[in-house]
């Protein structure tokens, strides 16, 4: 690749492209997430639009390349602080996919062919929403079906940690 040189990059848009379908109304609030975004601006705007604006039920979340792990922390972020201010959780669905990108590479030497590349990137989509989704859905989440809480409640009910608690209620009464 070193006789040639990047000439343009262009994504290749499917205008039909909605990921979640008839669950999200096309209206919606949508935070499109970068590399260099900043997290906390992203989720005190949507948490303060969210306490403003009753009517609004949802948010999307959309990243792709490097930007995916934001994304993922930008969600959680802001269903915690959702959480916290309002005492009521929300339904999340997640849809991984990727999306298509065509770069075109001319060559330094007039000799060669110019070169065509069609890459496929990785894309996360993550919707939260005040309204119950069917958790039966694949890629719907919500805080009574989190597998994690499921797990998390079976490790603190073991003896080991029952033993350390009996212990810590112990040594306070002593």
Not at 52 to 80: M, P, Q, W, Y
Not at 158 to 172: A, D, E, L, T, V
């Amino acid at each position: 690749m070193e006789n040639y040189t990047k000439e343009s990059v262009t994504e290749v848009t499917d205008d039909k492209y909605q990921p979640f379908g008839d669950y999200c109304p096309t209206n919606v609030l949508q935070m499109r997430v970068n590399v260099g975004t900043n997290c906390r601006n992203i989720v005190d705007y949507s948490v303060k639009n969210w306490m403003v604006n009753d009517n609004e039920r949802h948010i999307v979340f959309t990243g792709s390349d490097r930007a995916c792990n934001k994304v993922i922390t930008c969600a959680e972020l802001v269903k915690r602080k959702f959480d916290n201010k309002t005492k009521t959780s929300l339904y999340q669905m997640t849809i991984i996919g990727h999306k298509t990108v065509e770069e075109l590479w001319k060559p330094k030497d007039n000799t060669l062919d110019v070169i065509k590349v069609i890459r496929q990137i990785p894309r996360i989509d993550i919707l939260l929403c005040k309204d119950q989704l069917d958790v039966s859905v694949p890629g719907v989440q919500h805080k009574e079906s989190n597998v994690y809480d499921d797990v998390h409640k079976v490790a603190n009910k073991s003896p080991q940690n029952r033993n350390s608690r009996h212990i810590k209620q112990k040594h306070q009464k002593s």
